[in-house]
């Protein structure tokens, strides 16, 4: 199968078509490079031209001539994903939802919205329409879309209280087009939500979502010091167990993270000092102070609504989940990161801190889960190549904590290592000839793959 690249322009070229190298470059590009292996491999990828539909009718007739053309297509919101998920491993199109952007219902207790919408931008509009928010975002806020989230993401602010993206209850209808000859829309609630959310835009192109809110408030965001770890991570987690106290936030910094990478922090601690990140709902303060007073070991050195400091140190959500990466890689670009699920056990996760100390800077994002509490944890960790990161992986999961790998490229590998049978069924009803997204799903190309090792798409361009 050659896709022809030249027929599939030729047929959109009435469409708003970028075809300028560098804004294709920019555009075939992501937050790959936080991982010193996917930069090795997918750094030279880009696709062959963009296009920005303003319509789902765009979106088909674009869908309609790649599958004439043999033409793959990724999809492309804020592009600001870390597994190289919207890069054109095989080239061809990649399609920027940039103009469709529009929230087109708000209701009590929902929204309706288009794929390209900016997170930031609709949730004002939201906010300043009908006094509500949305429960959960990545804390690429300000810069990631809406769709990306859904099909590229996997939780963030508002996991502290509502759990992961993939949870019941946190998408409520997807809006879906398929890949074929006649291009399909299809509506999906329930069950089949799971086929097309965090599937990497590998077997259907969101073009609509509705999604749930809640009562918006004026989050009180804050800095508490611990003089240990262990005293951090507990109380972390006794506040996102206390069902009363309503946050969003609740992320764990062990020493010298906060000292070393939070620059308007730092004259505030020193490099023994362990934080917790908070945003807590105003009318639970009294809880929370309370609680706090249970752990007494803890001094709040920043709150939003009163203890300020000269400069302030910008939103709370913009030092949690890979945010925290992103401040200690303007340090050290050598610096890379794992994401890793240690359960909800404290024991463990002081076990892996003390395990992994010197190779890792332990960063934790506490989360509620279905039954019951969990850590996540995005650990900085130190330079180093990919037969360590490789070993420290393995030696992870020799400890019981799940790794979804942010060294891999796959859905497969940066997951649970296993294919979602619900994605790989509609990916053959909805994708018959695999152009959306190819080289992502290993399932599609190479059912038997054993993940001794890392997958090699054997679609993808070869270095020049
Ligand atoms: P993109 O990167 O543009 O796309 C993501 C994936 O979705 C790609 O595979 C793309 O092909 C596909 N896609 C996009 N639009 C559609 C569509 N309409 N239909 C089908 N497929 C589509 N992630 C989290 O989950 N939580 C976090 O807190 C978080 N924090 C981050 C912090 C930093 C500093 C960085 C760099 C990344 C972080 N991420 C986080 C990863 C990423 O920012 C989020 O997942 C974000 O929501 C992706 O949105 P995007 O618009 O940038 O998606």
Not at 25 to 50: G, M, Q
Not at 149 to 162: D, I, K, L, P, R
Not at 243 to 250: E, M, R, T
Request: charged share 25%; glycine share 10%; net charge negative.
């Amino acid at each position: 199968m050659t896709p022809n690249i030249s027929a599939a322009k030729a047929a959109l070229s009435h469409l708003d078509m970028e075809e300028n190298p560098a804004t294709v470059r920019n555009k075939s590009r992501d937050f790959f490079w936080y991982s010193p292996v996917l930069k090795a491999e997918l750094d030279h990828l880009e696709a062959d031209f963009v296009i920005n539909p303003k319509t789902e009718e765009e979106i088909i007739e674009i869908l309609k001539v790649c599958y004439a053309h043999d033409v793959p297509v990724t999809m492309r919101g804020g592009g600001t994903g870390n597994y190289g998920q919207a890069i054109p491993l095989a080239g061809g199109c990649v399609i920027h939802t940039t103009q469709m952007n529009k929230v087109k219902e708000i209701g009590a207790g929902y929204v309706v919205v288009e794929p390209g919408a900016i997170i930031k931008e609709m949730d004002a509009e939201i906010k300043e329409k009908s006094g509500q928010e949305l429960r959960m975002f990545p804390s690429t806020y300000a810069q990631a879309s809406i769709g990306g989230f859904v099909a590229g993401g996997s939780g963030g602010v508002g996991s502290a209280n509502w759990g992961a993206l993939r949870d019941l209850g946190n998408i409520n209808r997807l809006r879906v087009v398929t890949m074929e000859e006649e291009p399909r829309i299809l509506e999906f609630t329930g069950e089949e939500l799971h086929r097309v959310s965090h599937a990497y835009g590998t077997n259907g192109i969101i073009t609509e979502i509705e999604l749930p809110l809640a009562p918006a408030y004026e989050w009180v965001e804050m800095f508490v010091r611990f003089d240990t770890f262990r005293a951090a991570t507990e109380f972390s987690g006794a506040l996102t167990s206390e069902p009363g106290i309503l946050i969003k936030l609740a992320s764990v910094y062990a020493a010298p993270i906060a000292h070393s990478f939070f620059q308007r922090v730092k004259p505030y601690v020193t490099e023994n000092d362990h934080l917790v990140g908070v945003m807590v709902a105003p009318h639970n303060m009294d809880g929370f102070m309370t609680l706090l007073g249970r752990h007494d070991d803890g001094d709040v050195i920043y709150r939003s609504d009163d203890l300020q400091w000269a400069r302030s140190p910008g939103p709370m959500y913009e030092f949690g989940w890979n945010h925290t990466t992103l401040r200690a890689l303007k340090f050290n670009k050598g610096l890379t990161y794992l994401q890793v699920r240690y359960g909800g056990d404290v024991d463990k996760v002081v076990e892996a801190y003390e395990t992994f100390k010197g190779k890792l800077h332990m960063h934790l994002e506490v989360m509620r889960e279905g039954n019951g509490l969990s850590f996540a944890g995005l650990p900085i960790v130190e330079p180093m190549n990919k037969d360590e990161l490789d070993q420290l992986v393995a030696d992870h999961e020799a400890m019981e904590c799940m790794i979804f790998n942010p060294h891999r490229y796959t859905l497969e590998e940066g997951g649970r290592q296993s294919t979602d049978k619900r994605q790989i069924d509609f990916k053959r009803e909805a994708d018959p000839k695999g152009l959306l997204n190819p080289g992502k799903m290993i399932a599609w190309d190479e059912p038997d793959f054993d993940y001794a090792d890392m997958y090699s798409y054997k679609g993808m361009r070869p270095k020049p």
